[in-house]
Nanobody
Framework: QVQLVESGGGLVQPGGSLRLSCAAS????????MGWYRQAPGKQRELVAL???????TYVDSVKGRFTISRDNAKNTVYLQMNSLKPEDTAVYYC?????????WGQGTQVTVSS
């Protein structure tokens, strides 16, 4: 079982930046994928970005060029740097881990983009 603890959400004005962090602990399979999903009110949860333990990253089209995902394998931590935030980025952001036969979700952190 892998536990995920997220931090870094909050309220930011349009055009601003936030950085999310997610630390994993527990039985972590060395080859894994970590990343972020988000869910806005009344909408389905959607993929934002994923990064493999080999540093291969993938993004949803709507965040390409604005968000950057990275990870520190020594700390089992994944980061999401979010720049040029838009009101439509407002959502609960969930950290995700998949490795071996195990997958886990974080508790979610609220990101609100509003003036």
């Amino acid at each position: 079982q892998v536990q995920l603890v997220e931090s870094g959400g909050g309220l930011v004005q349009p055009g601003g930046s936030l950085r999310l962090s997610c630390a994993a602990s527990g039985s972590i399979f060395r080859i894994n994928v970590m990343g972020w999903y988000r869910q806005a009110p009344g909408k389905q949860r959607e993929l934002v970005a994923l990064i493999s333990s080999g540093d291969t990253a993938t993004y949803v089209d709507s965040v390409k060029g604005r968000f950057t995902i990275s990870r520190d394998n020594a700390k089992n931590t994944v980061y999401l740097q979010m720049n040029s935030l838009k009101p439509e980025d407002t959502a609960v952001y969930y950290c995700y881990f998949k490795g071996g036969l195990s997958s886990s979700w974080g508790q979610g952190t609220q990101v609100t983009v509003s003036s």
